[in-house]
């Protein structure tokens, strides 16, 4: 088992880097600016051997209005219902503000427990505001330094009874004092059998204000992003751990991503960064387009830099219910695809309505089978056999002073996206446009469509010919 532990607190508190600290990783952005974080950022973490799920949060605004604020507070009051204890960080160099005093009574009248967490103690300018917080009615604080790592001791012995209590926590007082004494396991003792199929990472992406966190939400079928008319509300890069018609896939929502020369909020640019390594860690991404505005000029670049990373794509347009003239519109799509992306040719592309969840099932369809297709190996006799078939039709091109280049072997060195290799005698004189006929000929023949392909050519003669022998 394990159990939640949700990390809240007024804007600016440390809450980002103490979660980033908990999980190990780098994951939420961290910056001096108040209200970076929006929507809460779940992540598998650990403290001292002591496996848990941490919840990151906006920062606690006291609204409940239609407001950006008050969305941001009915996403943290979510947190906090569903963790099993919370952390409430406070400033300590700040000391106590009449905010921290306010969230402190909301928090003591909720059935979820709370630790009180004494951020930024190192040295000794944290030591006044530490003291001032045992006013808060919360317990005696754990004095810590997100930043530095100070405290992580005195954290997990705070939170031990509650994980205890979880039943997430089974080693007793020797076990824990043996803990990094024990003796690494074996390689060969550990079972492999039964686990899990790893999730499919699917990454949502788009131009700010398409509706990508409306799809998400409408995929999970709960209010789980922040959402709303203005343009750029999700900031970071949320994954969530989700289960379709029994297939594991982490969707991962994305900050939207204009033009780079557009961009000069430092905060956007670490959205954008934050994007751009999402696109990097997927298989399959969905580039959401708004119906009013299909392919233009960021859309084509945002969708050449997932087919340049290799990714599968998928093409969703939403808000199609608002199309006047549907079959016009398609055919401009289809029309812009084969001139500026010719090198995905059968991209899949769906038509949704992420509000009313209208084409949402089909472009899950499509997202399996674009993933299958990327997925896939081909036999190297059948790829000899088409090879041999191709040059007997139509050959390379003649190379100068007559002589033609001879294809001598080729063979599939990875999938994820399926990637060649032919071996030539002259690999440099080989034309592109020859090379271009051969991927085409590949993605027809072997039903390679919508996914990008890589073909190189070496030299040097086939590398299995002794074996045939």
Partial sequence: MTFTVAIVGRPNVGKSTLFNRLAGRRLAIVHDMPGVTRDRREAAASLLGMEFRVIDTAGFEDAHDESIEARMRYQTDTAVAEADVVLMLIDARAGVTPLDAHFADYLRKQKTP????????????????????????????????????????????????????????????????DFFAADPVDDEEIETEDR?????????????????????????????????????????????????????????????????????DPVEKLSASNTLEAIRMAEVVVLVMDSAAILDKQDLTIARMVVEEGRSLVIAINKWDAVEKPQEALQRLADRLETSLP????????????????????????????????????????????????????????????????????????????????????????????????????????????????????GGRNPYADKKK
């Fill in 114 to 177: 709370v630790i009180l967490v004494a951020n930024k103690c190192e040295g000794k300018a944290g030591a006044p505001g530490m003291y001032e917080s045992y006013g808060l009615g919360l317990g005696e604080p754990v004095p810590f330094s997100a930043e530095h790592g100070e405290g992580l001791a005195e954290l997990f012995d705070a939170l031990r009874p509650h994980a205890e209590a979880a039943g997430a926590l089974d080693f007793d007082d020797d076990e824990e004092d």
């Fill in 196 to 264: 899990p199929e790893r999730p499919l990472q699917l990454v949502i992406v788009g131009r700010p204000n398409v509706g990508k966190s409306t799809l998400v939400n409408r995929l999970l079928g709960q209010d789980r992003m922040l959402t709303g008319p203005e343009a750029g509300l999700t900031r970071d890069a949320i994954s969530v751990d989700w289960d379709h018609q029994g297939r594991g896939i982490r969707l991962v929502d994305t900050a939207g991503l204009r033009k780079r020369a557009n961009i000069e």
């Fill in 343 to 458: 090198m995905v040719r059968g991209l899949p592309t769906v038509t949704i309505s992420a509000l009313t969840g209208r084409g949402v099932d089909k472009m899950m369809d499509a997202v399996l089978a674009v993933h299958k297709t990327w997925n896939r190996r081909i036999p190297t006799s059948q790829l000899n056999r088409w090879l041999e078939d191709v040059l007997s039709h139509h050959p390379p091109p003649a190379m100068p002073g007559g002589r033609r280049l001879k294809i001598r072997y080729m063979t599939q060195i990875k999938a994820r996206p399926p990637t060649f290799v032919i071996f030539a005698s002259k690999p440099e004189q080989l034309p592109e446009s020859y090379n271009r006929y051969l991927i085409n000929g590949l993605r027809e023949n072997f039903k390679l469509a919508g996914v990008p392909m890589r073909l190189y050519v070496r």
